[in-house]
């Protein structure tokens, strides 16, 4: 763990601030949870995903998707690419997403392009793809994001209702 040459006081709440330069580059936003972790006498904090817990269950989707439907299939949380399968996988998985995608969430709305159009998926890289584009929902907030791409022009009913059902099902089973 490196140091960032930060020092803050505790105050008499018991509370410190994070530092808005380290909250840009981490991507915490106001309101987000962060996890404590305690080892000997330091204290570590970490951005708390409800998805991170649905790692195994995420994994195991997107690899059943993509053998029905031979397409790319990505699951982000709120930050980062968290599962992915498929041909394109590696160029996705364990990275940041792009304003592009933040937007699709804070917008809440389902974005669908059955033929090929260019897309920002990671930030400054634009592609042409065809994709379809869910947001997972939990309790009213979103918390993610569902998605089958393709470099073809071959997006279809099929991609739109499994993406579909893929966000109402991860959003229900992090509920429960």
Do not use: W
Not at 56 to 83: G, P, W, Y
């Amino acid at each position: 763990m490196k140091s960032t040459g930060v020092v803050r006081r505790v105050d008499d709440l018991g509370r410190i601030v994070i530092p808005k330069e380290i909250r840009r580059t981490l991507r915490i936003r106001d309101g987000e949870s962060l996890e404590i972790f305690v080892d000997s006498e330091m204290i570590a904090l970490k951005k708390f995903s409800k998805m991170s817990d649905m790692y195994d269950v995420t994994k195991e989707l997107v690899d059943i998707i993509n053998s029905n439907i031979n397409k790319t299939v990505l699951i982000t949380d709120r930050d980062r690419f968290i599962a992915g399968s498929g041909p394109l996988k590696k160029n996705y998985v364990d990275k940041n997403i792009s304003g592009f995608l933040e937007k699709i969430m804070k917008d809440r709305k389902n974005v669908i392009e059955t033929s090929l159009h260019p897309i920002e998926l990671l930030e400054n890289v634009k592609e042409s793809l065809a994709y379809v584009i869910y947001p997972i929902i939990m309790n009213g907030d979103t918390i993610g994001l569902v998605l089958v791409i393709s470099e073809k022009s071959d997006i279809g009913q099929l991609e739109e209702k499994l993406v579909n059902i893929t966000a109402q099902f991860l959003g229900k089973h992090i509920e429960e």
